[in-house]
């Protein structure tokens, strides 16, 4: 197929070997701005996981013990184990005011009687307490990665999308090619 004076190359049949596809100038834009939103998305959620996660960061919340008022066991389907929740009232470690209405959700299940004591942490402002020793952070780091990488990835793409189509710019490859 032969191309005519009137037909314009757009570069993807009959290039030039060693000639490579630029991406299009609104792709470009796009990329560029979807990397600083997944960026921005990454600096929220670690945040986030700082914030709500135990870590090697600390514990957020205070420390104290769950007092149990009732347990009940759930039978999730699809072969998980069972779990358990028990809610009470939460007593703060060194003093402080009791919060009544706390739940906190257990992965192993046993018979835990009214009046028992559960240590457990509770956040600022909030009804459900949580056990120390949780290993979510280590999911939750490894999300974060994935969106940084994703958002550099994308700025990378977008930014040389838009340099290389500014009027006047001339590209390395394109100056090796006259040059020889």
Do not use: K
Request: net charge positive; glycine share 16%; with cysteine.
């Amino acid at each position: 197929m032969s191309r005519g004076p009137d037909r314009p190359d757009d570069g993807s049949r009959g290039a030039e070997p060693g000639s490579a596809r630029t991406v299009p100038r609104a792709v470009g834009a796009v990329a560029l701005a979807g990397g600083v939103i997944l960026l921005a998305a990454a600096g929220w959620f670690g945040v986030w996981t700082v914030r709500t996660t135990p870590g090697p960061w600390g514990s957020p919340g205070r420390a104290g013990t769950l007092t149990v008022a009732r347990c009940r066991t759930s039978h999730p389907s699809g072969g998980d184990r069972p779990t358990m929740t028990c809610a009470g009232t939460f007593v703060p470690d060194g003093g402080g005011s009791f919060v009544p209405g706390v739940t906190l959700r257990l992965d192993s299940v046993r018979g835990w009687a009214p009046g028992e004591r559960i240590p457990a942490r509770l956040r600022p402002n909030a009804r459900t307490a949580y056990r120390p020793g949780s290993q979510d952070w280590i999911s939750n780091a490894f999300a974060f990665l994935v969106l940084v990488f994703f958002a550099v990835v994308a700025i990378h793409v977008g930014r040389g999308s838009l340099q290389s189509r500014r009027p006047g710019a001339v590209s390395e490859r394109q100056e090796g090619r006259s040059s020889a």
